[in-house]
């Protein structure tokens, strides 16, 4: 058996090693993930696009960046699609700030004159806003905006930004009833989130920013749709914000992906404001549900709070108040994923009734997929939440979009050498700038329809892009260089060690049906299914990067051999009863009866008789009868069976190998008596006599069989049999007597049936 070693696979840069004795077999040798959602890390420049939510208004497009460099260095230019912003470059200043007003400044001097783009601008500290000309509402959707700065390059923000499925800073103007999801990492683009009831900004009270979101405790909330975002299953997570409460009402959902109305329960964090307690409920099934509370906090109105749940790598549930844990429990359960009826809510819990709506202000609502922020305790923070981590592109931000009409044009960005890439599931859309290139990811049965809904997965192999998309309709789809894949696999799981790239291995070739393999550590071992069939084994390994590095070894070949003959599986059973049995009534002897019989015999619970056999007189003949029996029986596993004197082999047949080996053989035999009844003594009346006879529970005499005068009991043997057949049964039956001994014997065309039938009387 030739085998292969395992001995240099090195999750090194991106090499990928393809064997080239498993056809199709492909494996990713990454250290990292690429960033999902609508940005990507990259050392000169930053792309993104607009992406206006389905709606109607007049709003105009904004999009907003906050700028994260150093201090030396410029932006040479700044495009919305082929739109140049910029009139000159704009160099660094000594804070981010001023140079973000600097931006500002020279976007704002080129609205008219040489350079009459009608976009504005305007910064609030490191974050510059990019309007789209007034009036043009959702015109702007599809278009790329595209950063050039180069220079010095800070590394700051959120150490947890690529697992920020969604933040709400809720800044905008007092009454403002629009806020946006600016993380833009789930789903490739931002959530769009509706305002129910009153809920609206309030600039009178805010933790951070500009204003924070009221809600009035009776029909107020905010909500996104149903997103696999915020389906946590048996993973970790953390949600947190800032909460200010105007009332201790009872119910108060804080964030909540929960419905009751129609059983659609997965997680929900609340405030018990009667007992002044945090919660948070979950579910496994969407019906029951399992909770987490905290003891007595002793909060004040009008104060705010930092508020947080998370569940870490260990399975640990922790509640927390402004960084200090107030309950824990473990929780290593799968979260119910609700219907894609059930949204997501900030402000409330139950969407059917005016129960768990929130009286009060909550301001900078974040959640945390895949990862939990905290271990153990912490300082609340004291600034807004970062949206960005990068260390390159000098700029990063989250999408601020107008109200308007229409959908998103392009999903995701992808980085590849010097170049960047955008997707969409339609035609390519106007205002791709130069250094951007458009991949169309079409949809196999809905090419022009079903648009796309997230990026999930966009690596390089070969210098082309692999991507895996998941459209509106749920359907997941895989594309390699805009091509779909049908035959994908997806091994990164498999290349932690050489060990496990040899199990991958192993794994592939029990794929063929012409061989097997086995795994001991970073050895595989191949067998031909079929002995003496001789095969050949050769293996390559295909490196990338700098290093070659990569290494098949095949080690050892062994000669084919010639199969062994198989050993068959046996058991034995033997005959030792089935002798005639004796009853006895008074003074009156039967001395014989109808035999008994072997009713069957199962082997490992399985029956391998065709019907019973009747007890002969020799044992042997039974043994002789029961083997006959086994043979001409088809069961599943089939056997045979041999019988010296009164010993039974059973034997599996050919190619059933060892499996029946330790399956026990049982075997149930009946034996057919007769029970008489005793009437007494005649002194006055009727003559004793036999008054009812059965075979199997059923009646084969009509009338009563008086006992011979003088105790002849071959002349009652002899009136019996005549009385049986005389009558009229189903089945029927006839009887013949040999001295005292009478025989009762199926009528012709009944087969077996009555084999094992009880005779009684």
């Given at each position: 058996m030739p085998y292969i070693e395992v001995s240099e696979f090195k999750g090194m840069d991106t090499r990928k090693p393809r064997v080239t004795g498993v056809p199709g077999t492909l494996f990713s040798l990454k250290n990292g993930h690429l960033t999902r959602g609508s940005h990507i890390q990259r050392s000169k420049s930053f792309v993104s696009k607009f992406?206006?939510?389905?709606?109607?208004?007049?709003?105009?497009?904004?999009?907003?960046?906050?700028?994260?460099?150093?201090?030396?260095?410029?932006?040479?230019?700044?495009?919305?699609?082929?739109?140049?912003?910029?009139?000159?470059?704009?160099?660094?200043?000594?804070?981010?700030?001023q140079t973000a007003a600097d931006i500002v400044t020279e976007i704002n001097a080129n609205t008219s004159g040489g350079l009459a783009h009608g976009y504005s601008a305007t910064s609030t500290g490191q974050r510059i806003t990019i309007i789209a000309p007034s009036g043009s509402g959702a015109s702007e959707n599809g278009k790329v905006l595209t950063f050039?700065?180069?220079?010095?390059?800070?590394?700051?923000?959120?150490?947890?930004?690529?697992?920020?499925?969604?933040?709400?800073?809720?800044?905008?103007?007092?009454?403002?009833?629009?806020?946006?999801?600016?993380?833009?990492?789930?789903?490739?683009?931002?959530?769009?989130?509706?305002?129910?009831?009153?809920?609206?900004?309030?600039?009178?009270?805010?933790?951070?920013?500009?204003?924070?979101?009221?809600?009035?405790?009776?029909?107020?909330?905010?909500?996104?749709?149903?997103s696999v975002d915020v389906e946590f299953g048996a993973g970790e997570f953390e949600i947190d914000g800032w909460i200010r409460l105007n009332s201790f009402k009872t119910f108060q959902g804080i964030v909540s992906s929960w419905t009751e109305h129609n059983n659609s329960r997965s997680w929900l964090f609340w405030y018990k404001g009667s007992t002044d307690k945090l919660v948070f409920s979950y579910s496994t099934d969407g019906v029951g549900f399992v909770e987490l509370v905290t003891t007595t906090l002793s909060l004040s109105l009008n104060t705010w709070y930092h508020v947080s749940v998370s569940r870490d790598s260990s399975d640990n549930l922790r509640i927390r108040l402004d960084g200090v844990e107030k309950a824990?429990?473990?929780?290593?359960?799968?979260?119910?994923?609700?219907?894609?009826?059930?949204?997501?809510?900030?402000?409330?819990?139950?969407?059917?009734?005016?129960?768990?709506?929130?009286?009060?202000?909550?301001?900078?609502?974040?959640?945390?997929?895949?990862?939990?922020?905290?271990?153990?305790?912490?300082?609340?923070?004291?600034?807004?939440?970062?949206?960005?981590?990068?260390?390159?592109?000098?700029?990063?931000?989250?999408?601020?979009a107008g109200s308007g009409t229409g959908s998103s044009a392009t999903f995701g960005m992808h980085g590849q050498g010097d170049n960047l890439f955008v997707f969409g599931g339609f035609t390519e859309p106007a205002g791709i700038p130069a250094g951007v290139t458009y991949q169309r990811l079409a949809h196999p049965d809905d090419p022009g329809g079903t648009q796309i809904l997230r990026i999930l997965d966009a690596e390089n192999f070969d210098g082309k892009i692999y991507a895996i998309v998941e459209f509106t309709d749920s359907e997941i789809h895989h594309y390699y260089d805009g091509a779909r894949v049908t035959d994908w696999d997806d091994i990164s799981a498999a290349i932690a060690s050489n060990n496990s790239v040899a199990s991958a291995l192993k794994t592939k070739i029990d794929l063929s049906p012409d061989f097997t393999g086995t795994v001991l550590t970073n050895v595989v071992t191949i067998e031909a299914?079929?002995?003496?069939?001789?095969?050949?084994?050769?293996?390559?390994?295909?490196?990338?990067?700098?290093?070659?590095?990569?290494?098949?070894?095949?080690?050892?070949?062994?000669a084919n051999n010639a199969g062994a003959g198989e050993v068959l599986a046996t058991g034995t059973l033997t005959v030792t009863g089935g002798t005639p049995n004796t009853a006895s009534e008074g003074s009156v002897d039967l001395t014989g009866g109808a035999s008994g019989s072997v009713d069957g015999?199962?082997?490992?619970?399985?029956?391998?008789?065709?019907?019973?056999?009747?007890?002969?007189?020799?044992?042997?003949?039974?043994?002789?009868?029961?083997?006959?029996?086994?043979?001409?029986?088809?069961?599943?596993?089939?056997?045979?069976?041999?019988?010296?004197?009164?010993?039974?082999?059973?034997?599996?047949?050919?190619?059933?190998?060892?499996?029946?080996?330790?399956?026990?053989?049982?075997?149930?035999?009946?034996?057919?008596?007769?029970?008489?009844?005793d009437m007494g003594t005649v002194t006055t009346g009727v003559t004793n006599a036999i008054t009812a006879l059965t075979v199997d529970g059923v009646s084969v005499i009509d009338?009563?069989?008086?006992?011979?005068?003088?105790?002849?009991?071959?002349?009652?043997?002899?009136?019996?049999?005549?009385?049986?057949?005389?009558?009229?049964?189903?089945?029927?039956?006839?009887?013949?007597?040999?001295?005292?001994?009478?025989?009762?014997?199926?009528?012709?065309?009944?087969?077996?049936?009555?084999?094992?039938?009880?005779?009684a009387r």
């Open positions: 992406s206006l939510p389905t709606g109607s208004g007049t709003t105009d497009a904004q999009v907003s960046y906050r700028l994260d460099a150093g201090t030396t260095g410029s932006c040479s230019s700044i495009k919305v699609g082929a739109t140049e912003l910029l009139g000159s470059p704009v160099a660094f200043n000594a804070t981010l700030t050039v700065c180069s220079g010095d390059l800070a590394h700051t923000g959120d150490a947890f930004w690529d697992s920020t499925v969604f933040l709400a800073r809720l800044n905008g103007a007092d009454g403002a009833v629009a806020t946006t999801d600016e993380s833009a990492n789930g789903v490739g683009s931002a959530h769009l989130i509706s305002f129910s009831g009153n809920a609206q900004l309030d600039t009178a009270q805010t933790h951070f920013g500009a204003s924070s979101l009221l809600l009035d405790g009776s029909t107020d909330k905010i909500f996104f749709a149903n824990n429990s473990l929780a290593a359960a799968t979260f119910f994923d609700p219907f894609s009826s059930t949204p997501t809510k900030i402000g409330a819990w139950q969407v059917t009734t005016n129960t768990g709506f929130f009286d009060g202000w909550i301001d900078s609502v974040r959640i945390t997929k895949g990862a939990s922020r905290h271990i153990g305790d912490f300082v609340v923070p004291t600034v807004e939440p970062d949206i960005a981590n990068t260390t390159a592109g000098a700029v990063m931000g989250g999408l601020l299914a079929v002995a003496g069939v001789g095969f050949t084994i050769a293996a390559t390994a295909q490196n990338f990067g700098a290093i070659n590095d990569q290494v098949i070894t095949l080690a050892q070949t062994v015999i199962t082997v490992n619970g399985v029956e391998i008789m065709s019907g019973a056999e009747s007890f002969d007189a020799s044992l042997t003949v039974t043994a002789t009868n029961v083997a006959a029996n086994i043979t001409a029986n088809t069961s599943a596993p089939d056997y045979n069976a041999t019988s010296v004197g009164t010993l039974i082999t059973i034997t599996a047949l050919q190619s059933a190998g060892a499996d029946p080996n330790t399956f026990v053989v049982v075997s149930s035999t009946t034996t057919i008596t007769s029970t008489d009844v009338n009563r069989v008086n006992y011979a005068p003088e105790g002849s009991n071959s002349e009652t043997a002899t009136d019996l049999a005549a009385e049986i057949n005389g009558t009229t049964s189903s089945p029927n039956y006839t009887a013949a007597a040999v001295g005292n001994v009478v025989t009762i014997t199926a009528i012709a065309g009944t087969g077996a049936g009555a084999n094992g039938f009880v005779v």
